[in-house]
């Protein structure tokens, strides 16, 4: 496809920063992905779903969230009513980048309540439609602030259904597939025998034993831990002047540090 030719031929001034890292790992979840929609939740996922319908993944849709297709720059390309869209989204013709209020070890995702569900301490979005994503096609997370307190031991409330309760489900869940989490330290997946979360590489100026102090819960960590992949001059090039030249994926990932 053609990719918008932007203001400047030469490579951008700078290094990549942290939230450029985070926008190439979101993006990469799409890569081969063909002819699916893409529902990216948030501003770094958006950005990555823009980047690779711009770049390695031509035939990726995507939506303005309402009732329409739409080209990377946001004009229209099509028509998807909400029956279509739901559709889509029965028949796995679609992979979600949701957010995750906590998240365990098996990718079971909360985004309703903190506490007791009978009695919270704090009340959230609500399950919404974390439980049909997650059974019916495949499903990422974008979280921009890796902690203990969102990726636990145990979330208090199951939304989003991860590896062991989908396993308990059986052929209810055949479909149930977690591609990636990214957050601001890094790219993590499942693959590993029993299907608990894996480190699968590190934003760089990030090292094991930081990723590991903001996670409560033991993590598997390959003894080789690669780095995430640093993003061409062109996608530099079509972040910071196409997809984002306000700069607003640093308010959500400052350069340098947590913010």
Request: neutral net charge; glycine residues 10%; contains cysteine.
């Amino acid at each position: 496809m053609n990719i918008p030719q932007t203001t400047a031929s030469r490579a951008p001034a700078g290094p990549p920063t942290r939230a450029e890292y985070c926008v190439i790992a979101c993006a990469e979840a799409w890569r081969g992905a063909g002819e699916i929609l893409a529902s990216p939740m948030g501003l770094i996922p958006s950005l990555g779903a823009r980047l690779a319908r711009l770049t390695f993944a031509p035939d990726l849709l995507l939506t303005d969230g309402e009732a329409l297709l739409v080209r990377p720059d946001g004009t229209p390309e099509g028509w998807l009513p909400y029956r279509q869209h739901l559709e889509l989204v029965a028949g796995g013709r679609r992979h979600v980048m949701m957010g995750a209020s906590q998240i365990d070890r098996h990718g079971n995702q909360n985004i309703s309540c903190v506490g007791d569900w009978a009695q919270p301490r704090r009340q959230l979005l609500g399950v919404r439609g974390a439980s049909l994503n997650t059974l019916n096609n495949p499903t990422s997370y974008w979280i921009p602030r890796h902690s203990r307190r969102v990726f636990v031991e145990r979330v208090d409330m199951v939304c989003g259904v991860g590896y062991d309760r989908a396993a308990a489900l059986g052929a209810t869940a055949r479909f149930h597939r977690l591609v990636r989490v990214v957050s601001d330290l890094g790219v993590f997946d499942f693959a590993t025998p029993d299907h608990t979360m894996r480190l699968a590489s590190l934003h760089p100026g990030v090292d094991v034993a930081q990723v590991r102090e903001a996670t409560g819960f033991a993590l598997a960590v390959p003894q080789e831990v690669p780095r995430t992949r640093e993003p061409e001059p062109a996608e530099l090039r079509l972040i910071r002047e196409v997809l984002d030249p306000d700069g607003a994926r640093l308010r959500e990932v400052p350069e340098g540090g947590r913010g």
